[in-house]
């Protein structure tokens, strides 16, 4: 268990540092940021690439489209690509993500007006769902890290699970 939790966290290590080079070799080249599909390509690319050994983590990169949307793309650790709204990856992904379903998609509810959920209302979901998750599942940590991204920019807020 020790051991694949160490690999784990070296391939994590590992694809953070080459994305972050090739952004920035991006940015150096072009003379500006590279979008977020762009980047959604880019990853599936890296990640197609090692699919012989592949890096067996989840990942998930978001941010806004072209028209200033919130996008998410989740990978399998092939480099499939999924484009959604909303996604939950990790070890507690099977509990995290009927949650989401339920409680953001709105999923298996009959008569329910589909409006946008409020940013507060968003982030209080995610708490909730992942103090649930943190309770039923050990490899889930003792707080989150929310990065929020709106079209002012990125914001961080860490929020506590577990007080034992």
């Known amino acids: 268990w020790y051991q ?5 966290q070296w391939y994590q290590r590992r694809v953070h540092g080459v994305a972050e080079m090739r952004l920035k070799t991006y940015r150096h080249t072009h003379n500006k940021s590279m979008s977020t599909p762009a980047a959604a390509q880019m990853m599936a690319t890296m990640l197609y690439h090692k ?3 592949p890096y067996y983590i989840s ?6 489209d072209e028209n200033g949307k919130g996008c998410v793309y989740s990978y399998d ?15 507690a992904v099977s509990l995290l993500q009927p949650l ?12 329910v007006d589909k409006k946008p959920i409020s ?8 708490h909730d769902v ?11 940590g003792d707080g989150i890290e929310l990065n929020i991204i709106t079209k002012d920019g990125v914001q961080q807020q ?3 699970l577990r007080r034992d």
């Open 119 to 126: 940013m507060e209302n968003a982030i209080n979901i995610i």
């Open 158 to 160: 860490g929020l506590p």
């Open 59 to 64: 990942n998930i990169l978001a941010g806004l």
């Open 77 to 91: 650790p092939v480099g499939h690509s999924e484009k959604a709204t909303y996604r939950a990856g990790g070890s």
């Open 4 to 8: 694949r939790r160490v690999h784990k």
């Open 51 to 53: 699919r012989f050994f």
């Open 100 to 111: 989401l379903d339920n409680q953001v998609g709105l999923m298996n509810m009959e008569n």
């Open 130 to 140: 992942f103090i649930s998750a943190a309770e039923r599942e050990i490899h889930t």
